[in-house]
Nanobody, 124 residues
């Protein structure tokens, strides 16, 4: 099993920045991809971004493209989501998740391990 622990959430004004971190422990060798999802009250979990763990190939939802950057530090077993030019619509609980599957997916059910979530609040 892999364990994921996120940190870095908080409250910012619109236009501000935050960086989320996701530390992975346990069976890290089984991870092919790390993804970030977010969920607002009453809404389904929404794909935000993903990165392949070894090659570092990234993919972004259209709503965050150009504002968010996904990266990872393999030596530290840590993934990052740098969020810039934040908007009130970005307010949500953000989750990191991992998958051993080679194919890309934006479906939450395709990811096996999840962090506990961290709150991001953007005010206007």
């Amino acid at each position: 099993q892999a364990q994921l622990i996120e940190s870095g959430g908080g409250s910012v004004l619109a236009g501000g920045s935050l960086r989320l971190s996701c530390v992975v422990s346990g069976e890290t060798a089984s991870i092919y991809r790390m993804a970030w999802f977010r969920q607002s009250p009453g809404q389904e979990r929404q794909f935000v971004a993903s990165i392949t763990w070894r090659a570092g190939n990234t993919y972004y939802a259209d709503s965050v493209k150009g504002r968010f950057t996904c990266s990872r530090d393999n030596a530290k077993n840590t993934g990052y989501l740098q969020m810039s030019n934040l908007k009130p619509d970005d307010t949500a609980v953000y989750f990191c998740a991992s998958s051993p599957k080679v194919y890309w997916s934006a479906i939450a059910g395709d990811y096996d391990y999840w962090g506990q979530g961290t709150q991001v609040t953007v005010s206007s």
